[in-house]
Every structure is written in C-alpha cells, then in structure tokens.
C-alpha cells in the first residue's frame, strides 16, 4: 500500500442540518508577540471554512474560476472580536447562509472554542464575470444556497 494510502487527509468540515462546521486548532504561527491570535488570521479561518462549505455543497468555485464562468467577491464584511484565541485551542468555524440574491449570497460565521463565542462576522459575496462586473450566479448553486439559507438538512 503506497504512504499517501495511509496517511490522513486534511481537516474538512461536515455540514449539521444546514450548517456546517470546521474544525482547526490554533497553532504559534497564528499568534502574535502577546500570545493571542492575531486579529487578520480569524478571515482566514472563516474563508477557509467557507471555501469547505462550498465544495461540500456540490459548488465547485475552481471550475468557474478555470472555465471562466466567474468568481465570488467579498464585498461587505461586518466581524466583532469577543474573546481572543490561544495558542493550542481547539476552534470550530460554524457557518450559515442568511441571505441569497440573484448575484449574491450572505454567510454568518462564528468562530466557537467549545460552547464560547469568539468571534462572529457576517460576510457578503457576489458573483462576478472575469473582467469584475456583477452576474447571476448560476441557478444550480443559487438553489443550494436557497435550501440551505431555509434551513433544509443538507447532505450532498
């Protein structure tokens, strides 16, 4: 058996009725000099888990990027730190879709240690041709983001 055969795949998250949910663990490098996490690294967090989110729900953003149907935008960003994260922490990206739009789609992120809020942030996306203008995102993936703005158990 070859060793890639055996060796575990990188952490992905799994969706909970129509949320989902992606672990990660804080590590040094996401630590600033005072032992906290630095403020930029949670997006990072949460366009991971979003990014996971997507490829979970049959929304394959790669292909449209390669085939040049188009690509998601942020365009509006509201976040709020509560508690800070420390090295070693285990953390859990818990995500939603709370708006959808013909050309756009709103997810509410919080970022949980256990049962504690540390953070949440509610990002807008949009849909955009390759040369940056806004377009319908196509309805397949409009439909998904439908069910699971609604609530829908979703299990691709």
């Known amino acids: 058996m070859p060793v890639s055969d055996q060796m575990p795949m990188p952490a992905t998250g799994r969706f909970v009725a129509a949320v989902h949910h992606f672990p990660l663990r804080i590590y040094f490098e996401d630590t600033d000099l005072s032992g906290l996490v ?22 394959d953003q790669r292909a449209a990027h390669d085939s040049g149907t188009g690509v998601y935008a942020v365009t ?31 997810i509410h992120q919080s970022v949980m240690r256990a049962d504690e809020q540390l953070t949440d942030a509610t990002i807008s996306v ?20 439908s069910r699971l703005c609604q609530g829908e158990d979703f299990h691709p």
């Open 126 to 145: 949009a849909w955009l041709t390759p040369q940056g203008r806004p377009q319908r995102q196509p309805k397949a993936w409009t439909d998904i983001f």
């Open 38 to 59: 630095y403020h930029a690294n949670y997006l990072r967090y949460m366009e991971r888990a979003r990014s996971d989110m997507l490829r979970l729900a049959g929304i």
């Open 76 to 106: 509006d960003l509201h976040i709020r730190y509560r508690r800070p994260a420390r090295l070693d922490d285990d953390l859990m990206v818990v995500s939603r879709v709370v708006q959808v739009g013909a050309a756009s789609c709103a």
